[in-house]
């Protein structure tokens, strides 16, 4: 990694910088996605929570139905309430939300998820690994990402 990526809200009140590269990075065009954003897909970069330093503010946790019946953690600035992060169950990792980067364009998507139901107009790369629903996690991961979430996935089963 050349330099750490650092992003934050809108107003400023929230920075954060991630102290290494994602374990994978997800574009879901589900319909909750698309919902929240209010745009046609979300850019996750999944990494584990510990990496996600908090330079300024403090991001509020806001439980937002979705379309399953669950809900989905949405973390955001509790001045301007841009959503930087959420999670998905495991607090142990964070989705940041790559367009708060202050360089999106450092972060490409690894993979291309519900893409049943990417709007229409959007041309997605033949390069890049696209499925209906989602994935086999370790089928498509790099070993070494595998290695970071199970070395997570530990410690959290023996606070249980
Ligand atoms: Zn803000
Ligand atoms: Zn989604």
């Avoid at 879901?28 to 330079?55: K, P």
Wanted: net charge neutral; charged share 20%.
């Amino acid at each position: 990694m050349s330099s750490p990526r650092e992003g934050g809200c809108a107003c400023g009140a929230v920075r954060y910088r991630l102290t290494s590269d994602p374990l994978f990075v997800n574009c879901c065009h589900c319909l909750n996605c698309q919902r929240q954003t209010g745009s046609a897909f979300v850019i996750n970069m999944l990494i584990e929570a510990d990496r996600v330093g908090l330079l300024a503010g403090k991001p509020q946790p806001r439980d937002v139905p979705r379309d399953d019946g669950s809900s989905q953690r949405i973390f955001r600035c509790p001045n301007c309430q841009v959503a930087v992060f959420s999670e998905y169950g495991r607090p142990e990792v964070r989705f940041v939300r790559a367009g708060t980067l202050d360089r999106p364009s450092t972060i490409t998507p690894d993979v291309h998820i519900f893409t049943r139901s990417k709007l229409p107009w959007i041309t997605l790369p033949d390069s890049v690994p696209a499925f209906e629903v989602y994935y086999d996690t370790k089928a498509l991961w790099p070993a070494a990402s595998l290695e970071r979430l199970a070395a997570i996935m530990a410690t959290g089963d023996s606070d249980a």
